[in-house]
Nanobody
């Protein structure tokens, strides 16, 4: 059974940093794209960043480019999202996802974690 388990969310002041983790298990993800999405109250779930498990090619939403970094550790089967220079508008539930397409839409991802709350105070 595939499981994606996020951790690392919390409350941080604007300008601060957090690192989210996503522990993956249940299958081989070598051909998968791993992504982070986020959903703020009353808004649609939106793409944040993705990384191809094999090769490590990354892609970011314009809103986080230069502030967030996605990475993965194959030995730990974990994907990370380092978030720096956080803004109040980054407040959302952050979800880890896995899929075989490099599309930014939620439809492209087959597996999802339960989410972790990130709150940035002004």
């Amino acid at each position: 059974q595939v499981q994606l388990v996020e951790s690392g969310g919390g409350l941080v002041q604007a300008g601060g940093s957090l690192r989210l983790s996503c522990a993956a298990s249940g299958r081989t993800f070598s051909s998968y794209y791993m992504a982070w999405f986020r959903q703020a109250p009353g808004k649609e779930r939106e793409f944040v960043a993705r990384i191809r498990w094999s090769g490590g090619i990354t892609y970011y939403a314009d809103s986080v480019k230069g502030r967030f970094t996605i990475s993965r550790d194959g030995a730990k089967r974990t994907v990370y999202l380092q978030m720096n220079s956080l803004k109040p508008e980054d407040t959302a539930v952050y979800y880890c996802a896995a899929g075989t397409s490099n599309d930014a839409g939620t439809w492209a991802y087959d597996y999802w974690g339960q989410g972790t709350q990130v709150t940035v105070s002004s």
